[in-house]
């Protein structure tokens, strides 16, 4: 603990963001840097407490408390105060193969769970862990270390997401030779098509560390699509062992009436062509456009505020997001208290962006949708809501229930759809003779992450259904652990 009294000291401080009226205009990311002194000012609040539960990643009510992948988070803040760099970097990379990445786009439940945030501001965690890894790549710390020895075995790892990343990056470490199989254009996954630019940057930071692992020896094929232009059972002839890290891609969907018309669709086909023309030449060559649309955007949580700044960027007429849940408190509730994560309201990027062009926060809440109109030429044109409150049935489980005449109309040429996704899609579980469990993820244990097929491992959302990015990694790795321990009898990854 560098500073016994940093955190008295000093007051909690975020980089200041581009603002939203500069960085609706292009695709760049919108966080700026924050200058070193500041940066070890922040490190300096950390208390190193003596149980620190900033790096227990935990599942309390069925959320994330702590860091998934057990960042030394006391240890590389320390460091950061000190000003040792390399090192903090050093410790960062023992447990996370990626801290460019989940600095940017995890929601930070290690924040959640720090000690002093039980009655301050808690500690800029994301913030300084993405300025160790920004330094290091600067600095040029960070170069390819391929192994020493190969063992012989050969390991395919179907899905580039995050998961399927840190499961190549670790059986790579080990010694295995790893074949990556990517369905889309390039590798990534969630990371490249999933996450708008303006909150990963694809050839900076995606792209760039894609190029290390291939330095390192891992080998990447893309449209690959196993089970359909890839046949799965030649892979268990082909290969010594296999890590399922597919994701859960299966989108919910909402049967109401005139859902089949034209300019609806699902969130994660609008973000995919979006970010595909960004990165292909220019957003306006996009097949779907919010351009002088009236957008709506139903579902809440993070894949629906990319929308909406993907909507705003593209020059809507206007922007909606439909919640079904109720606003959240301003403080933590009663029911939710630490070191749960915080269920607060905030204004993330894209509602900032909203309101900064519209006036307001776009979200309605404890709203539904009751079925959409069309015109003429079966296009949607608006979108019919209700009101609705959470009430308990017989079973003492709450529902939805509509109130009586608040049905309302909205004008909609564009309605992204954005509820979540329901597991992974099932004609590779078909192929493989995979067993899913209740919730129609593959069945596989987490911490042994085998399944009923033998050399066949599963890992993160395909795994556990719709999760963050950083259980993915921790997934990933969990995985290649058990991978190797299988082929070699036992093992040294972490």
Not at 255 to 264: A, F, T
Not at 411 to 432: I, N, R
Request: overall charge neutral; proline content about 6%; some cysteine.
């Amino acid at each position: 603990m560098g500073k016994p009294t940093g955190f008295i000291e000093y007051l909690r401080e975020l980089p200041v963001d581009r603002a939203p009226q500069e960085r609706v205009r292009d695709w760049k990311e919108f966080h700026h840097h924050m200058e070193e002194k500041r940066l070890r000012n922040q490190a300096a609040r950390c208390m190193d407490c003596g149980v620190p539960f900033c790096h227990t990643g935990k599942l309390i009510s069925g959320m994330a408390s702590g860091c998934p992948v057990n960042n030394v988070i006391p240890e590389w803040n320390d460091l950061v105060y000190r000003g040792l760099w390399r090192e903090a970097l050093d410790r960062l990379h023992m447990t996370n193969n990626f801290p460019e990445f989940t600095g940017r786009v995890c929601p930070a439940p290690c924040e959640g769970s720090c000690v002093l945030g039980i009655n301050n501001p808690p500690v800029t965690i994301k913030t300084i862990e993405n300025a160790i890894v920004d330094k290091g790549w600067e600095e040029g710390w960070i170069l390819p270390e391929p192994p020493k020895n190969r063992t012989g075995k050969k390991v395919a790892v179907i899905g580039s997401g995050p998961a399927g990343l840190a499961a190549a990056a670790q059986l790579n470490r080990a010694g295995h030779t790893v074949t990556v199989l990517e369905r889309a254009d390039r590798p990534g996954g969630l990371l490249m098509y999933g996450i708008p630019n303006m909150k990963l940057d694809k050839r900076e930071v995606v792209e760039r560390r894609i190029k290390l692992l291939e330095q390192e020896g891992v080998k990447f094929i893309c449209n690959a699509n196993v089970g359909d232009n890839v046949e799965a059972q030649l892979l268990r002839k082909d290969f010594d062992a296999i890590v399922l890290c597919t994701g859960a891609t299966q989108a919910r969907d909402l049967p109401v009436d005139g859902r089949s018309l034209k300019g609806i669709h699902f969130a994660m086909e609008y973000l995919t062509v979006s970010t595909q023309a960004v990165l292909n030449g220019g957003a306006d060559h996009s097949p779907i456009h919010a351009k002088g649309k009236d957008v709506i955007v139903i579902g809440g949580g993070d894949t629906g505020t990319d929308c909406v700044g993907t909507s705003v960027r593209h020059g809507c007429k206007s922007v909606t997001q439909l919640e079904i849940m109720a606003k959240p408190p301003m403080d933590r509730a009663a029911d939710n208290p630490w070191p749960e994560w915080p269920k607060v309201y905030k204004m993330d990027y894209g509602q900032e962006e909203a309101a900064a062009k519209f006036g307001a926060d776009p979200r309605t809440y404890l709203t539904t949708v009751k079925r959409f109109g069309a015109d003429a030429q079966g296009n949607v044109s608006e979108v019919v809501t209700v009101q609705i409150t959470w009430q308990k049935n017989d079973k003492g489980q709450f529902v939805p229930v509509e109130v009586p005449g608040s049905e309302k109309s909205y004008p909609a040429q564009l309605v992204l759809l954005a509820m979540g996704f329901l597991g992974p899609e099932q004609m590779l579980l078909k192929d493989l003779a995979l067993e899913a469990d209740p919730r129609s993820n593959i069945k596989a244990d987490h911490g042994k992450f085998t399944t009923n097929i033998k050399g066949v491992f599963a890992a993160g959302d395909c795994r556990r259904g719709q999760s963050l990015v950083v259980w993915a990694i921790n997934e990933g790795r969990g995985a290649a652990r058990e991978c190797d321990r299988y082929l070699m009898g036992t093992t040294e990854l972490p």
